[in-house]
């Protein structure tokens, strides 16, 4: 009896398994979405045939799942919600993972999903289930966060997956407290709506406003939101995109080329950045102030050869495929990051490179630390042993205004517009560095001192994008179009950069009933600090303020900048003192005398005493002209 269960036993757990595979092919033949989507993926090249696969059982399993929405009667809403971030967090993989670690974030997003749907049964049932382990929103955030890391470590063996893993919690719990995670779906469509109007500044961008494009252990390559997704106020830059890199000691970025045209800035830091192009090959030495430009499809690598300090790079990006958008394409590679080599079939790999398809498994399958990696001392130094100083120029030396560089142009050792001991106001364009009128763009570097300010000002044609790379201040700007819309009604309410229809109406009557009102502003302010980016539109009068306590630098991109000019409205150099007396007296309807004294009493020139300084010690002072002051300033931004 023994000896014939010992034989029967192996046979019925095959049987077992056989009837469970069948269950599962049975329903799988059952969508013939599913049947007809892997006889397509059997025409793939061995390598894409595993993915695609996947693929099709992915979409298999969210088909099954959107009918299992429709079956649960008074909660079709949230299921779709659910879904909606479900698909959003599967793009977000797609976007910033490789290899196995897309496939585990894949399954991270999938694990969300069930358990947002759970909470949608029963949220309360579930909000006491988190109580009794532990987990809920009542614990302290640390502790929180040391508890999943904990878990990462059980988890992971795995040193980057671990890694990812930790960087995962941290950002849940940042999450959690801007409510971005909160699996309540109301809250999520309320954050999903409030980022679409631009909230209530959507001229200001924090850095919860960027995501992250490439990220490892060793640094991370970060991307602005989309200009025009944040306001219709922002349609005329939103081909460009604001991208920050910033990369440890001692790493290196592997190659790789982008679909868009780009100028970097040099925040921080030195190292190398290599550019090849055809058969042309350039490595440029670089350091802070320096600006170069890479033209799309150039493959390019870049190097912090510094032992201590990060390397951090803003760059302006102009995609040249997609309006708007830009992908990063990596040849070099394996599975982390994945090689587009690998995209292709066998046959075609064997006969482009001559040789077998053992040897070309071996050189694309071995990568897996990401695209960025740490390097040794003695590769950077062969790396680096044949570049060009940047800052260079050509063929005048420093200062030559007529000549173009071949490596980078360095801002910092050009003489300044403006100078004194309240700020320095650095520029670059065309006649300094070439390249910079190939995209029409303008840079400049404001240095204010603390305490101090940059004159009011506007720019006649470019619109501003500014980064602020060190220091902290508070930035002013006066806009039109919001005042318009707190004008209508549309303000605080709802609709605020978008839903009025007669925003951008041209015809709209300014004059109010009886042609008294005129053009109303709305100021937008905001606190300044490093990595915070802000928008100036043309025409748009703005004023840039240091803390007390210390220096504010802030980068700015200027586009379009053919035919621009920077209007400054107070200082030595203010616009208003140009007007005739009696221009003046028609303007402000107060004599020329009052006003002479109003604009002439400022005798610095672009950079100034911030408000701290003009404080006085008992309060009083100057309140009493006040009213004539503001009315000034409304006509100056008015014209």
């Given at each position: 009896m023994g000896t014939k269960l010992k034989t029967l036993l192996p046979l019925l757990l095959l049987a077992l398994l056989s009837l469970s595979t069948l269950c599962t092919t049975s329903q799988a033949k059952?969508?013939?979405?599913?049947?007809?989507?892997?006889?397509?993926?059997?025409?793939?090249?061995?390598?894409?045939?595993?993915?695609?696969?996947?693929?099709?059982?992915?979409?298999?399993?969210?088909?099954?799942?959107?009918?299992?929405?429709?079956r649960e009667r008074g909660q079709e809403g949230n299921c779709r919600k659910a879904e909606k971030h479900l698909e959003q967090c599967r793009r977000q993989c797609e976007e910033t993972q490789y290899g196995g670690q897309r496939q585990q974030c894949k399954q991270q997003c999938q694990k969300r999903y069930e358990e947002e749907k759970q909470r949608s049964r029963g949220q309360e049932g579930e909000r006491g289930r988190e109580q009794e382990r532990g987990t809920g929103s009542d614990r302290d955030p640390q502790e929180r966060i040391r508890q999943c890391k904990k878990e990462c470590r059980e988890q992971h063996g795995e040193r980057q997956a671990r890694w990812q893993c930790e960087?995962?919690?941290?950002?849940?719990?940042?999450?959690?407290?801007?409510?971005?995670?909160?699996?309540?779906?109301?809250?999520?469509?309320?954050?999903?709506?409030?980022?679409?109007?631009?909230?209530?500044?959507?001229?200001?961008?924090?850095?919860?406003?960027?995501?992250?494009?490439?990220?490892?252990?060793?640094?991370?390559?970060?991307?602005?939101?989309?200009?025009?997704?944040?306001?219709?106020?922002?349609?005329?830059?939103?081909?460009?995109?604001?991208?920050?890199?910033?990369?440890?000691?001692?790493?290196?970025?592997?190659?790789?080329?982008?679909?868009?045209?780009?100028?970097?800035?040099?925040?921080?830091?030195?190292?190398?950045?290599?550019?090849?192009?055809?058969?042309?090959?350039?490595?440029?030495?670089?350091?802070?102030?320096?600006?170069?430009?890479?033209?799309?499809?150039?493959?390019?690598?870049?190097?912090?050869?510094?032992?201590?300090?990060?390397?951090?790079?803003?760059k302006l990006v102009n995609p040249v495929s997609t309006p708007g958008k830009f992908e990063t394409f990596f040849g070099a590679g394996g599975e982390n990051p994945e090689s587009f080599y690998r995209g292709f079939s066998d046959e075609v790999l064997e006969a482009a490179f001559n040789t077998e398809r053992d040897r070309i498994e071996r050189v694309f399958g071995k990568q897996r630390r990401g695209p960025i990696v740490q390097a040794s001392e003695e590769q950077i130094r062969s790396m680096t042993r044949e570049t060009s100083e940047g800052g260079q120029h050509w063929p005048f030396g420093e200062g030559g205004r007529f000549g173009e560089s071949r490596g980078p142009f360095n801002i910092l050792r050009k003489r300044p517009t403006y100078s004194n001991q309240y700020g320095q106001l650095h520029e670059?364009?065309?006649?300094?560095?070439?390249?910079?009128?190939?995209?029409?763009?303008?840079?400049?570097l404001a240095n204010i001192s603390s305490g101090s300010m940059e004159a009011p000002t506007y720019n006649s044609r470019s619109t501003m994008i500014a980064v602020v790379v060190g220091g902290r201040g508070r930035v002013e700007i006066v806009c039109p179009h919001l005042g318009k819309q707190s004008e209508t009604g549309t303000g605080r309410s709802r609709?605020?950069?978008?839903?009025?229809?007669?925003?951008?109406?041209?015809?709209?009557?300014?004059?109010?009933?009886?042609?008294?009102?005129?053009?109303?502003?709305?100021?937008?302010?905001?606190?300044?600090?490093?990595?915070?980016?802000?928008?100036?539109?043309?025409?748009?009068?703005?004023?840039?303020?240091?803390?007390?306590?210390?220096?504010?630098?802030?980068?700015?991109?200027?586009?379009?900048?053919?035919?621009?000019?920077?209007?400054?409205?107070?200082?030595?150099?203010?616009?208003?003192?140009?007007?005739?007396?009696?221009?003046?007296?028609?303007?402000?309807?107060?004599?020329?005398?009052?006003?002479d004294e109003l604009f002439n009493s400022q005798r610095e020139q672009a950079f100034m005493p911030g408000p701290e300084s003009r404080r006085s010690p008992r309060g009083g002072g100057r309140r009493e002209s006040h009213g004539f002051i503001a009315s000034v300033l409304e006509a100056a931004a008015g014209m």
């Open positions: 059952e969508d013939p979405k599913l049947k007809e989507c892997r006889r397509q993926c059997s025409q793939r090249p061995r390598q894409q045939r595993e993915q695609c696969e996947q693929w099709c059982w992915e979409q298999h399993q969210q088909r099954e799942q959107e009918g299992e929405c429709e960087q995962q919690c941290e950002e849940r719990e940042r999450g959690r407290e801007h409510g971005r995670r909160d699996l309540n779906p109301r809250r999520w469509e309320e954050e999903e709506e409030g980022e679409e109007r631009g909230g209530e500044n959507p001229y200001v961008f924090k850095r919860e406003h960027f995501k992250h494009k490439l990220r490892t252990e060793h640094g991370n390559v970060r991307v602005l939101t989309n200009f025009a997704k944040r306001s219709k106020l922002l349609l005329g830059i939103a081909n460009y995109r604001v991208v920050l890199i910033e990369l440890n000691p001692r790493t290196f970025v592997l190659p790789n080329h982008w679909d868009a045209d780009d100028i970097c800035y040099v925040v921080k830091g030195r190292g190398t950045v290599t550019v090849l192009k055809k058969e042309e090959k350039q490595s440029h030495s670089i350091r802070q102030g320096d600006i170069l430009k890479v033209d799309a499809g150039s493959v390019v690598y870049v190097i912090n050869s510094d032992s201590r300090d990060k390397l951090i790079i803003a670059a364009d065309a006649n300094d560095y070439r390249p910079l009128g190939e995209l029409d763009v303008k840079i400049n609709g605020r950069y978008g839903d009025n229809k007669d925003d951008d109406d041209d015809d709209d009557d300014e004059s109010g009933q009886h042609g008294q009102k005129g053009q109303r502003y709305r100021t937008i302010r905001a606190n300044l600090s490093p990595g915070t980016v802000f928008v100036v539109p043309a025409g748009h009068p703005f004023a840039e303020i240091a803390s007390r306590d210390e220096n504010i630098q802030i980068m700015c991109f200027n586009v379009p900048a053919e035919k621009n000019e920077r209007i400054f409205l107070a200082g030595r150099n203010n616009v208003m003192s140009k007007m005739e007396r009696e221009a003046k007296e028609l303007a402000f309807d107060a004599s020329a005398r009052e006003v």
